[in-house]
């Protein structure tokens, strides 16, 4: 009989325990709670600024796979794209948790009448690119792994900057009575996106790999080029914008009708170059 009693006992003391845990617990999300992203009305017809549009359900687990390489460009790129996220799923505690698990920061819009047949989307996931004043262009599943995500991404960025940023017209390049030394001009470049500044590149024809980049504000400037070789040089110019290039101008050439030669030694190195200076880490030595 006392053994009884111990064991009633202890299986009443087990049942409060269990049902005082419980009560303890926070409530199970419903679907009914708000999500804690941020809803709001996206103009896909006519956006103000390049915009990347992920069309996702929370159980795609495809959307899953490429959600962190999501991620990873809207961090990259927020400063000049809009990101968005569209999901027609009322669902809102299972997409909460989708965002929240990918640290996700694009803007959410939760909408049960988004138009799949508008838009061409037939599967999960779905990515749409939309540009100002030009009609969307359906980019489909892009890719799972992040580097042909961002490859593809920074492609339509870049062809969107050639387009938005014209070509400098009007170069014009005349050299110096100095070997290295000139003057190149042009007509500043006609963009939808406000210039930061030019980028001349220089680079002689008989050894193409020493190109040089320098980069000037305004719409001329005397250019000196380092380590001067004996050779017609070309020059080509584009103008810069935030997070991107145009496209060269049509190249010129330059060459010079004198040249200024000195005899360099480094170590046992001697030689000869075409210019007023010997390089940095070269020593001047007579004829």
């Known amino acids: 009989m006392r053994t009884y009693r111990i064991r009633t006992l202890s299986r009443l003391l087990n049942v409060t325990l269990a049902l005082a845990t419980f009560a303890l617990l926070p409530a199970a999300p419903t679907d009914a709670a708000p ?12 956006p103000t600024r390049p ?13 899953k796979q490429v ?9 990259a790129m927020s400063d000049r794209l809009d990101f968005v996220m569209v999901t027609s799923e009322t669902a809102p505690s299972q997409t909460r948790e989708f965002i929240q698990r990918h640290g996700i920061t694009a803007t959410l819009v939760e909408d049960p009448n988004f138009d799949y047949a508008k838009y061409r989307v037939t599967g999960y996931p779905n990515f749409l690119w939309l540009e100002p004043g030009k009609e969307f262009r359906n980019l489909g599943p892009i890719g799972y792994d992040a580097t042909t995500f961002t490859r593809r991404i920074q492609r339509e960025w870049d062809a969107y900057i050639a387009a938005a940023v014209g070509k400098v017209e009007n170069l014009t390049v005349t050299p110096s009575a100095e070997p290295g030394v000139f003057t190149a001009s042009w007509t500043a470049a006609v963009s939808k996106l406000p210039v930061t ?7 002689p024809l008989c ?29 080509q110019v584009r103008a810069a914008v935030a997070g991107g290039f145009g496209t060269y101008s049509s190249h010129q050439h330059v060459e010079w009708s004198t040249y200024n030669q000195v005899r360099c030694q480094r170590g046992k190195r001697v030689r000869t170059f075409t210019a007023t200076a010997c390089p940095t880490g070269w020593t001047k030595i007579s004829a």
């Open 207 to 235: 050894d193409p790999g020493l190109m040089t980049t320098f980069g000037v504000v305004g719409v001329s400037s005397v250019i000196r080029i380092p380590n001067y070789i004996k050779c017609r040089h070309m020059v």
């Open 67 to 75: 959600a962190p390489h999501f991620q990873s460009v809207v961090s």
């Open 51 to 63: 915009t990347l549009v992920f069309v996702f359900a929370y159980y795609c687990g495809y959307c």
């Open 197 to 203: 500044h030019y980028e001349v590149r220089v680079g």
């Open 35 to 46: 999500a804690t992203t941020r809803a709001v009305a996206v103009n896909f017809d006519d």
